[in-house]
């Protein structure tokens, strides 16, 4: 059965950074398309990023754009997501999501890891 | 101000049918672009419901269906059962912004 468990999440300060991982298992984590999704508290979702299944393509929101990196390594069947310039909005859950099919439907996805931007 | 328009909540008694909203634009759906749908229980993950617009993944009860016409779908469940309470979210694809988009949510209260 595939399984994503995200980490990295956690209290940070404005302007700060922080590296959110997503461990998989259960599939050929190099075979698939990943994304990351984030909710802030008590709202709806928000696509975040999205990476190809070798790493060479990435796609961003624009309310993250040039301040966060979404990345991969394979070989550790790991995703990840640089955050960096971090600003009270960016408060949410984040969660990661594996793109499935040809019309990139999100499944499964993981817990996610709460990350909270405050002094 | 989500891309995708749904109502942000619907009701209904235990066995009735219930209806969600989609409303998208030639962008995105009218393009035709597949809609998704996702289930979020309380305190737990989005999970995949529907997903090319009317396809359910395997587990998932026959009493939800999905739909879509023109720059809308829906998402219908019929037999309403009180564990059915949840935030249900449509996901589709936008070309001119080149991402993907979700709805801004439907919480389903079963009275």
């Known amino acids: 059965e595939a399984q994503l468990v995200e980490s990295g999440g956690g209290l940070v300060q404005p302007g700060g950074s922080l590296r959110l991982s997503c461990a998989a298992s259960?599939?050929?984590?190099?075979?698939?398309?990943m994304n990351w999704v984030r909710q802030a508290p008590g709202k709806g979702l928000e696509w975040v990023s999205y990476i190809s299944s070798t790493g060479n393509t990435v796609y961003y929101a624009d309310s993250v754009k040039g301040r966060f990196t979404i990345s991969r390594d394979n070989a550790k069947n790991s995703l990840y997501l640089q955050m960096n310039s971090l600003r009270a909005e960016d408060t949410a859950v984040y969660y990661c999501a594996r793109a499935v099919g040809t019309d990139n439907r999100f499944d499964p996805w993981g817990q996610g890891t709460l990350v909270t931007v405050s002094s | 101000q989500s891309v995708l328009t749904q109502p942000p909540s619907v009701s209904g008694a235990p066995g009735q049918r219930v209806t969600i909203s989609c409303t998208g634009s030639?962008?995105?759906?009218?393009?035709?672009?597949?809609v998704h749908w996702y289930q979020q229980l309380p305190g737990t993950a989005p999970k995949l419901l529907i997903y090319g617009n009317n396809n359910r993944p395997s587990g998932v009860p026959d009493r939800f269906s999905g739909s879509k016409s023109g720059t809308s779908a829906s998402l219908a469940i019929t037999g309403l059962q009180v564990e059915d309470e949840a935030d249900y979210y449509c996901?589709?694809?936008?070309?001119?912004?080149?991402?993907?988009?979700f709805g801004g949510g439907t919480k389903l209260t079963v009275l």
């Open positions: 259960g599939f050929s984590f190099s075979s698939y398309e």
């Open positions: 030639s962008s995105n759906i009218g393009a035709g672009y597949d």
């Open positions: 996901q589709s694809h936008d070309s001119s912004l080149s991402v993907w988009v």
